[in-house]
């Protein structure tokens, strides 16, 4: 039986067979990763093994051509993992994860506008996603518009991020946590080039002073990302970030880059990419002068960004990485790299992907450097829909960690399969 939704002012979309209705779509995307880490969090005798699952279900309304309704619904668990872990960002049951509404289509239109919670992703995604490798990813509560012209796009936004809490139906927005921005993209394709221009706006009501005092912070971040070539194979990237604004009474002064030179040999063996790469992020010159110097970097995906070990953020370190990339086979591809990292200020923290300090040395007596850490992961394109990956990554400790931790090796290994229906 044919099924009709109208609506005024809009095309009506017809069924495409005589059984079901064309403006509604039905989806899932399902994965299941295995992981091991040994001395996890840089502490002895936190070794463990566990299971992630996560399930989404995805319904899309598409009566007119013109509007899009979207809902999506999560279900991620974690199995066999350490008492106490139970929670975000690994578990959370069956939960609202979007549900917008869509005017115009932003890839395509002139003019889009999106309203309700909704992942944010923007270049290349060290500021502003939704962490997709984390099982229970982020979303935001937000209004997008988008603007196209041309090879020109501007996205403006006004977004709060819901906490995400144990518990089934759990996020909840929380007064004054938001995040506004503009980012545009002017891309030439011909060129192979792509230049942006963002800015984003920061509201946190529950910051601290370097006293540790309750505090509020209003911070904004302004920068560019530049990527492209001027020879065949070559590939280039560079992003640079500030921020200014003020933590309480105490004012924010901080920065952050990074650098990539690569070349593709495209008809050798296994098409390799050799590229290498530096990231720079500023710390805290004086932890006590009542100055902030740290980086903070927003609500940025760390996940292979910064080493497969999937330890560090982009805050306060240095980190020097090569890698090769190949495709041995048609549907494969083979990641291999090593990394070295320092603290940018011998006085500030290493702080983890979760942009919790791992450790502090104020008087700077431990030194910078961190470590080097080597990972390899293979990711197998089965088919369109699945996707089967592993990896492995061991962080073998520096002067800094030696001197101010237990100075234990990191080992940190997964298998995953991923697809959607």
Not at 1 to 10: C, E, F, K, T
Not at 42 to 55: A, C, F, I, M, N
Not at 133 to 141: F, G
Not at 242 to 270: I, K, L, S, T
Request: glycine share 10%; aromatic share 12%; hydrophobic share 35%.
């Amino acid at each position: 039986m044919s099924v009709w939704l109208l609506a005024a002012g809009g095309t009506l979309l017809p069924a495409q067979d005589g059984k079901s209705p064309s403006w509604l779509s039905l989806g899932a995307e399902y994965r299941v990763r295995v992981e091991s880490a040994f001395h996890a969090g840089l502490r002895e005798e936190s070794d463990d093994s566990y299971v992630l699952t996560r399930l989404r279900l995805n319904a899309e309304i598409r009566s007119l051509s013109w509007v899009r309704l979207f809902v999506q619904f999560q279900d991620a668990r974690a199995f066999a993992r350490d008492p106490g872990f139970s929670v975000p960002p690994w578990h959370d049951g069956m939960d609202l994860r979007q549900a917008y509404v869509q005017v115009g289509d932003a890839d395509k239109s002139a003019f889009a506008l999106r309203a309700g919670r909704q992942a944010l992703r923007f270049g290349e995604r060290r500021l502003m996603t939704d962490s997709t490798w984390r099982n229970v990813s982020r979303s935001y509560d937000a209004i997008r518009a988008t603007w196209r012209r041309g090879d020109f796009r501007a996205d403006v936004f006004a977004a709060s991020v819901p906490e995400i809490r144990p518990g089934a139906w759990n996020n909840r927005r929380i007064d004054g946590n938001n995040i506004h921005g503009i980012y545009t993209t002017w891309s030439q394709p011909g060129r192979k080039t792509t230049l942006d221009v963002y800015a984003f706006w920061r509201l946190n009501p529950a910051a601290l002073t370097e006293r540790q005092t309750p505090a509020k912070s209003d911070t904004k971040t302004t920068g560019f990302r530049w990527a492209g070539g001027s020879a065949p194979g070559l590939e280039c990237e560079s992003e640079v970030a500030y921020q200014r604004g003020d933590r309480g009474p105490e004012p924010v002064r901080a920065w952050a880059g990074h650098w990539m030179v690569g070349r593709r040999f495209v008809n050798d063996w296994g098409a390799p990419f050799v590229y290498l790469e530096y990231d720079r992020a500023s710390g805290d010159r004086n932890p006590g002068d009542g100055r902030h110097g740290a980086f903070d970097p927003l609500y940025g995906s760390t996940h292979e960004r910064y080493g497969l070990v999937d330890l560090f953020s982009w805050r306060n370190i240095h980190h020097l990485r090569g890698s090769v990339e190949v495709q041995p086979a048609r549907g494969w591809l083979v990641h291999l790299a090593h990394s070295r990292y320092w603290l940018a200020s011998a006085r500030d923290g290493l702080y983890g992907n979760s942009g919790s300090c791992y450790v502090r040395v104020p008087d700077g007596s431990a030194g910078r450097s961190v470590g080097q850490a080597t990972g390899i992961h293979a990711d197998w394109a089965v088919t369109s829909r699945m996707q089967l990956g592993a990896g492995y990554a061991r962080l073998f400790p520096g002067s800094f960690l030696r001197r101010s931790t237990p100075g234990v090796s990191h080992n940190y290994m997964f298998l995953f399969v991923s697809g959607r229906i």
